[in-house]
């Protein structure tokens, strides 16, 4: 939820990967199946909240959550709604664009969701609310990585994109394994901002990378003790 990555696979596939930087006392449910309101799902859980920060569902979607907006937020003693089950609600909607048009995010911490539709072509959707507006923009059949902003400055942010460039310049092909491997690599910078981070409160709690590969979705999750699901 921290750690974000986009490769398309021509016109019809996708690798997305997602780091989850978060408290490692905090406990997540390795991915499993859920049928909720009739929409089968699939995603890791969080235990304490019950919602998730990536998943897939039936409706030919992947929501992926990153916490914070554009920027670093002052956070607020509660909210009305956890983040993660706004990414659970968008993967069960019928219409995900149009339900972000509609939903009052209001009084929810601000988030940056990544969506990738295939229902009718290949789409990926990015919704940043900053806790007053939502900003949504289509991106282009591109790669792509994002970084949380409550978790690394702008300068950090500039210098991850660098380290991206790098490796798609050395990975012409992008193959499941590879990306991982970007993700799960703690000799870039220091241990505070490397891609597979750590710092006293918060580290690289898991990796998961979701797969379309034409009517194939595969997710793999990855901790330290390198579980697998999927």
Known sequence: MCTVTYLPLGKNDFILTSNRDEDP??????PNEYIED????????????????????EKKRLICLLNGGFTKHQRKEAYR????????HLLKSDNAVK????????????????????????MVVELVWDGVKKHVN??????????????????TKQMR???????????????????????????KG??????????EYVETVSTTCVLKNGNAISMEYVTPVNEKAF
Do not use: C
């Open 81 to 88: 709604m956890s983040r993660g089950v706004i990414v659970k």
């Open 38 to 57: 009739g929409v089968k799902l699939t995603y890791p859980k969080d235990e304490l909240a019950g919602g998730t920060w990536i998943g897939v569902s």
């Open 161 to 187: 994109k660098e380290w991206f460039a790098a490796w798609l310049k050395e990975h012409q092909e992008f193959k499941k394994e590879d990306i991982i491997a970007f993700h799960q690599d703690e000799t």
């Open 25 to 30: 006392k905090r406990k997540t449910i390795k």
């Open 99 to 122: 339900e972000i048009e509609h939903f009052s995010f209001e009084d929810i911490e601000p988030f940056t969701i990544v969506l990738v539709d295939w229902n009718v072509e290949l």
């Open 190 to 199: 220091t241990p505070d901002i490397s891609l597979k981070m750590k710092r």
């Open 138 to 155: 289509k991106l282009e059949q591109e790669p792509k990585i994002w970084s949380s902003s409550t978790l690394y400055d702008e300068a």
